[in-house]
């Protein structure tokens, strides 16, 4: 059927953007070597709406990670296209993961490395957060009092914790 042909493509194009990382340009390029003619926009909308079926599955995701009481929490740089200025800059992914059911969930928030982005996240969570020393997660565990505790991550915490010892030498 038409509906079942527009979800496979939808598919591909997106299972090629995000696990082959094949640009949408050159899926074109590759599409019209191949002769399928297909308009940039199309592409587009059907990249968009192969995204727009996933948003529920994400919400599940992102639901279920957030009941959980012990996060994981961390920020990345990315790359971003700033399509007005035709330039790159850097921008920020939050990563959410549960302890309890190793599921997990990314945001984006225009790229914004705010605490106001981690607020939003966790205005209904309770429980424990692992994190770097980034102070945005302190700012958010002191406002909620006793309601989110920071727990630091062992990673960060060892190159400073041996700091005060003196060594014997040999």
Same mark, same amino acid.
């Given at each position: 059927?038409?509906?079942?042909?527009?979800?496979?493509?939808?598919?591909?194009?997106?299972?090629?953007?995000? !696990?082959?990382?094949?640009?949408?340009?050159?899926?074109?390029?590759? /599409?019209?070597?191949?002769?399928?003619?297909? $308009?940039?926009?199309?592409? !587009?909308?059907?990249?968009? $709406?192969?995204?727009? $079926?996933?948003?529920?599955?994400?919400?599940?995701?992102?639901?279920?990670?957030?009941? @959980?009481?012990?996060?994981?929490?961390?920020?990345?740089?990315?790359? /971003?296209?700033? #399509?007005?200025?035709? &330039?790159?800059? &850097?921008?920020?992914?939050?990563?959410?993961?549960?302890?309890?059911?190793?599921? /997990? !969930? !990314?945001?984006?928030?225009?790229?914004? *490395? *705010?605490?106001?982005?981690? @607020?939003?996240?966790?205005?209904?969570?309770?429980? %424990?957060? %692992? #994190? @770097?020393?980034?102070? $945005?997660?302190? &700012?958010?565990?002191? *406002?909620?009092?006793? @309601?989110?505790?920071?727990?630091?991550? /062992?990673?960060?915490? *060892?190159?400073?914790?041996?700091?005060?010892? #003196?060594?014997?030498?040999?």
């Amino acid at each position: 059927s038409d509906v079942y042909k527009r979800q496979t493509f939808s598919a591909a194009v997106l299972t090629n953007k995000y !696990f082959y990382h094949i640009p949408y340009e050159r899926q074109l390029n590759m /599409m019209n070597n191949g002769k399928i003619k297909i $308009a940039k926009t199309t592409l !587009f909308d059907y990249a968009n $709406a192969g995204i727009d $079926a996933l948003e529920g599955l994400y919400e599940a995701i992102k639901e279920k990670v957030l009941q @959980d009481n012990i996060l994981h929490i961390d920020e990345t740089t990315q790359n /971003m296209i700033n #399509t007005e200025e035709h &330039k790159v800059k &850097k921008g920020y992914d939050w990563g959410f993961i549960s302890q309890k059911n190793n599921l /997990m !969930f !990314f945001v984006r928030s225009n790229g914004s *490395r *705010r605490e106001s982005v981690l @607020d939003e996240q966790l205005k209904n969570f309770s429980g %424990h957060i %692992h #994190t @770097d020393g980034y102070g $945005a997660y302190t &700012k958010v565990a002191e *406002r909620t009092g006793n @309601d989110i505790i920071q727990v630091p991550c /062992m990673s960060h915490i *060892r190159p400073v914790s041996y700091t005060h010892l #003196t060594l014997p030498t040999i």
